[in-house]
């Protein structure tokens, strides 16, 4: 998940009030093209762009044609994927399973769900889903400035 953290809250909420609907507008429209952009970088990631190993399995059929998007409501979208095994892919597997510092303390719980019980090799996570959220998290903010700033 994305989370944006603001300083200066009234005054932005107060500068949003003036544009009304058509502020509200256009922070959906950013928050809709990251989720696509980040749809895309998922998508590019597996086929080994980006310094990502190539993970297109089973083709268009596989984890790549898998991976979605949806607005959920109003400036709120998901990107993720169905199949069994792509978490395998974005976290690893036994003791080699990816964590990363920047990880939230509920994106550290999933990933160890990933180590097992029994101490194996495994190997190495190789994110894609996180990589692009992650790559796209700032653009999200330049989105939604530079659309707000479009409204005359």
């Known amino acids: 998940m994305i989370g944006v ?8 909420q107060a500068d949003l009030k003036k544009y009304g609907v058509e502020a509200e507008k256009a922070i959906d429209k950013a928050v809709r093209d990251t989720t696509f952009a980040i749809e895309t970088d998922a998508k590019r990631r597996l086929t ?3 310094g990502s190993d190539k993970h297109t ?3 268009g059929a596989g984890l790549l044609g ?14 993720g994927t169905a199949k069994h095994y792509a978490a395998y892919i974005e ?21 160890a769900q990933f180590r097992g019980k029994k101490r194996v090799k495994g190997f190495k ?14 653009k999200l ?9 479009a409204i005359k």
């Open 91 to 111: 976290f690893g597997i036994g003791d080699l399973v990816f964590t990363s510092k920047s990880f939230t303390d509920e994106e550290k719980a999933v990933a």
């Open 66 to 79: 898998s991976i979605y998007k949806n607005a959920v409501k109003i400036m709120e979208g998901v990107v």
């Open 48 to 50: 080994g762009m980006y």
């Open 125 to 138: 996570g190789d994110s894609f889903l996180g990589w692009a959220a992650t790559n796209q998290s700032p």
């Open 5 to 12: 953290e603001i300083t200066g809250v009234e005054g932005l």
């Open 57 to 59: 399995i089973h083709g």
């Open 141 to 149: 903010i330049e989105r939604i400035e530079k659309n707000l700033n």
